[in-house]
Structures are given as structure tokens and as C-alpha cells.
């Protein structure tokens, strides 16, 4: 169906029952024909970077530096930002009519049309109104995650489940390099006249120089052990809380490299608290739970990880092998079209989803402090205390391991276990892997 045909369709036929419905449809069919606005961004490549060169950049920042950091994240997030609008207006009809789907293509429409407008950044002043528009713009962009699943989830039936996690895999991974140039101009920003470099935690910008694989794993591992509620099963059953297993970590415990903390401590995290669950779950009867292990081995180019659990295995009715773990499509992971991870995800895309470590371990520590643990607030919990799962933290974390050429692979012993193996690059030196 040509896009003059949609515009004709949801100018006169509106799928929409509010007002708000009606003006976003409205407002969607004029995007269409504005197309000359977007073609001059679309056309270009994006400029990837290098974890090696932002930091060689950043390193010893100046105003000048400042300002030149400032006006390349001007004008290359729209370029990103229209490369996915492009994608997204490439969609079947039935899915770009999806409300959730509506909606981030209005979200990126907006960011994108901000940006364009943004005039060139000259000094200080102008370099802090730019921060001002990229804070405001993060935080409106909370919801896309789960909205982008949700509708996606909602209209698997209607698309391939190669073209879906490929369209998933472009949006969320371009999603992922626009928040690094924001949130990487921010930090060089607030840090300029600092000396972060020397500091006892070295970073420049979000990159932290000598990143401590050791004392990552060992704050995941405190934080999810901190939790003291219970366990919700597959069948919504709460297990009551017996503690929770203990995290050895072995291997080259010096290891540190180069590498942005957050998105490591976001896969660690997910990884983590997936083990705890699945061996709460398998030795529920028992007296003691069996340790989980996490393996540290730094390499001449990479870093690896790998988590070991005694907690069942993966397997399961609705997945034909541990990587569907990571897909979107419901032909590959049934469980994308259960109704509880449905509710999970409309409740989510509401709040927003930031995918990071503090907003879960938040979200349950504000409850414990409430006292409130029969809640059905879907907040609840960091991933193990009962609440509603939305099974985005597999596919995120896969996402991130990638995000720099890296990757993360499951290997399930039935019955037994699983063996989760992370692998990060090193040396700095990989483009950020985002596609046109």
C-alpha cells in the first residue's frame, strides 16, 4: 500500500476513538507528505564512532572541544533519528496504525524535527540550552521501549519473525547510540574543569577507563541479594523468600578495560537475577540453594563473562532453542503473547523504560520502604520479586552486548542449568554497530 493510500485511509477512515487518537492520526498522514524535510537526513550515512575515539576525544576537554562535541550531536542524531522514521514508515499498514506504534513515531518525528531547528551551538550558553533540549528529550523517550514492543508484540502475527527482530534489532540498537552521544555530551559537559580522568572511579564522559569486571559483578549480585521478598513462578505462584544464592566469582579477578559501566551492569544485572530466579525455583524444596558462578577471563581483545547456574535449564514449550530468548516474534518465543507480559508492557509504556540497573533496583526499593509487598503495582520488584514481566531484559541486554561487537550466547544444560557467555571487545577500536 502506498503512503498516499494511508494518508487517505486515516484522514478518512480513523481507527482512533479520542479526540487525542483522532489528532495524532491526523498529525501521522501530514508526516507523510512532509517527506522533504526528512529526505535530506535520510540520505546520509551515519558517522559511527569508536569507544577509542570518544574517549581520545573527550579526554582533555576544553570549551572549545565542548562546543564541537555539541554541534556533532546536533546534527547527527536527526540523521539517526530519520533512518528510523524511514523504517518505520516502511512497515505494513497494520502495524504503523498500532497506537503504541503511533506514538513513537510521533516521539521520533517531534526529536527529529527539534533537532533540525536547533541552531548552531558557539559558545557555553548555547552548549547548555542544547543540554536542556537533550534532557528533556531522554526523558520523553522513556516510553519507546515498551511501546515498540508492545505494538510489535500485538502485530507479530502480521510479519515475518526474521523481518520483525531485524526491524527491532535497527530500532533499538540506533535507540541505544543516540542516548550514548546525549548522555556522553552531557557528562563531558557537567565535567568540564574536572579532572575525572585521575579520579578514583577514571571515566571520560560515560566511559569508564578502568572498568572493574569484578566490582560490577559483585554490585549486581549485592543488589539483587538485597531483595527480600519472594518469587513468582510461571503459574503466579509466590515462592516465599529463603535468601538467595550465593555469587562466587572466579577467574581473573584484576580484570578492567575500557567500556561504558552502565550497559555493562545492565547485562550483568539481567543475567544475574534471571540465575537467582531460575534456582529459587528448581531447590524451592530445598534446605540450601547451589551457588551461582560468574567466571571472569580477560583476553588480548575482549573480556569474557560467563554466569553458571543450577537452575533447570531453559527449556521450555514456547522456545525452540535458548535464542529466542532474545527474539520479539511469538512464532520464535510464544510467551511475547501471553496475556501478563501484555498487561506488563501497557502498563510500562506509560511510565517508560529506561533499561538500566538503578530504575529496577528503584522500583522495588521504593516499595520496601512503603512496606507494601502484596501490591499489584507493576513497578514492583527488580525482576525476582513477584510483579509482571515484560521479557525485555534478555533481548536488551543482547542488543548492548552487541552495541559495540560483542556478544552474549545461552547455553542451556535441561535439566541441570544454563551457561550464560558474555563477550565484550577490549581494545575500544569497534564501530558502534548500528545499520542504515
Given at each position: 500500500m502506498s503512503w498516499q493510500a494511508?494518508?487517505?485511509?486515516?484522514?478518512?477512515?480513523?481507527?482512533?476513538?479520542?479526540?487525542?487518537?483522532?489528532?495524532?492520526?491526523?498529525?501521522?498522514?501530514?508526516?507523510?507528505?512532509?517527506?522533504?524535510?526528512?529526505?535530506?537526513?535520510?540520505?546520509?550515512?551515519?558517522?559511527?564512532?569508536?569507544?577509542?575515539?570518544?574517549?581520545?576525544?573527550?579526554?582533555?576537554m576544553n570549551e572549545e572541544r565542548l562546543i564541537k562535541s555539541a554541534n556533532y550531536v546536533?546534527?547527527?542524531?536527526?540523521?539517526?533519528?530519520?533512518?528510523?522514521?524511514?523504517?518505520?514508515?516502511?512497515?505494513?499498514?497494520?502495524?504503523?496504525?498500532?497506537?503504541?506504534?503511533?506514538k513513537v513515531y510521533e516521539l521520533y518525528w517531534s526529536a527529529f524535527d527539534k533537532f533540525r531547528r536547533f541552531p548552531e551551538i558557539n559558545n557555553l550558553s548555547d552548549n547548555w540550552k542544547f543540554c536542556d533540549l537533550l534532557e528533556t528529550l531522554l526523558d520523553e523517550h522513556a516510553p519507546v521501549i515498551p511501546n515498540l514492543s508492545l505494538g510489535?508484540?500485538?502485530?507479530?502475527?502480521?510479519?515475518?519473525?526474521?523481518?520483525?527482530?531485524?526491524?527491532?534489532?535497527?530500532?533499538?540498537?540506533?535507540?541505544?547510540?543516540?542516548?550514548?552521544?546525549?548522555?556522553?555530551h552531557l557528562a563531558l559537559s557537567k565535567s568540564l574543569g574536572r579532572d575525572s580522568v585521575n579520579?578514583?572511579?577514571?571515566h571520560v564522559g560515560i566511559i569508564f577507563t578502568g572498568l572493574d569486571v569484578k566490582r560490577s559483578v559483585d554490585k549486581c549480585a549485592y543488589l539483587l541479594r538485597s531483595c527480600s521478598?519472594?518469587?513468582?513462578?510461571?503459574?503466579?505462584?509466590?515462592?516465599?523468600?529463603?535468601?538467595?544464592?550465593?555469587?562466587?566469582?572466579?577467574?581473573?579477578?584484576?580484570?578492567?578495560?575500557?567500556?561504558?559501566?552502565?550497559?555493562?551492569?545492565?547485562?550483568?544485572?539481567?543475567?544475574?537475577?534471571?540465575?537467582?530466579?531460575?534456582?529459587?525455583?528448581?531447590?524451592?524444596?530445598?534446605?540450601?540453594?547451589?551457588?551461582?558462578?560468574?567466571?571472569?577471563?580477560?583476553g588480548k581483545d575482549d573480556v569474557s563473562i560467563r554466569i553458571t547456574d543450577q537452575g533447570g535449564g531453559l527449556y521450555s514449550n514456547g522456545i525452540q532453542s535458548p535464542s529466542d530468548l532474545f527474539s520479539f516474534s511469538h512464532i520464535r518465543n510464544a510467551t511475547r503473547m501471553d496475556d501478563n507480559r501484555i498487561g506488563a508492557l501497557r502498563s510500562a509504556s506509560s511510565r517508560g523504560v529506561k533499561a538500566t540497573v538503578a530504575e529496577q533496583v528503584g522500583g522495588w526499593q521504593a516499595m520496601e520502604e512503603k512496606g507494601d509487598?502484596?501490591?499489584?503495582?507493576?513497578?514492583?520488584?527488580?525482576?525476582?520479586?513477584?510483579?509482571?514481566?515484560?521479557?525485555?531484559?534478555?533481548?536488551?541486554?543482547?542488543?548492548?552486548?552487541?552495541?559495540?561487537?560483542?556478544?552474549?550466547?545461552?547455553?542451556?544444560?535441561?535439566?541441570?542449568?544454563?551457561d550464560a557467555y558474555l563477550q565484550l571487545p577490549k581494545l575500544g577500536t569497534n564501530l558502534e554497530g548500528i545499520e542504515v
Open positions: 494511508y494518508c487517505f485511509l486515516t484522514k478518512n477512515y480513523p481507527r482512533a476513538t479520542s479526540p487525542g487518537d483522532v489528532r495524532r492520526s491526523a498529525t501521522s498522514a501530514l508526516h507523510f507528505y512532509r517527506n522533504r524535510q526528512l529526505d535530506p537526513y535520510a540520505s546520509k550515512d551515519a558517522y559511527r564512532l569508536s569507544l577509542r575515539q570518544l574517549v581520545f576525544f573527550g579526554r582533555h546536533r546534527t547527527e542524531l536527526p540523521v539517526r533519528i530519520a533512518h528510523r522514521i524511514r523504517d518505520l514508515q516502511a512497515l505494513p499498514y497494520v502495524i504503523v496504525t498500532q497506537p503504541e506504534v503511533a510489535l508484540s500485538l502485530c507479530s502475527p502480521h510479519i515475518p519473525p526474521d523481518s520483525l527482530d531485524a526491524f527491532m534489532r535497527r530500532m533499538l540498537i540506533s535507540r541505544i547510540s543516540r542516548r550514548v552521544l546525549a548522555e556522553h579520579s578514583e572511579d577514571p521478598q519472594g518469587i513468582e513462578d510461571d503459574n503466579g505462584e509466590v515462592i516465599p523468600n529463603k535468601g538467595w544464592p550465593e555469587v562466587v566469582v572466579e577467574g581473573q579477578l584484576n580484570a578492567r578495560f575500557a567500556y561504558i559501566r552502565e550497559h555493562l551492569e545492565y547485562i550483568l544485572f539481567e543475567l544475574l537475577k534471571n540465575a537467582m530466579r531460575a534456582t529459587g525455583l528448581k531447590h524451592r524444596h530445598d534446605t540450601t540453594l547451589p551457588p551461582i558462578f560468574a567466571t571472569i577471563v580477560a509487598r502484596n501490591t499489584k503495582d507493576p513497578e514492583r520488584g527488580a525482576g525476582i520479586a513477584p510483579h509482571q514481566r515484560m521479557g525485555l531484559g534478555l533481548p536488551m541486554s543482547n542488543i548492548f552486548a552487541t552495541y559495540f561487537g560483542g556478544s552474549l550466547q545461552l547455553v542451556s544444560l535441561d535439566g541441570w542449568g544454563t
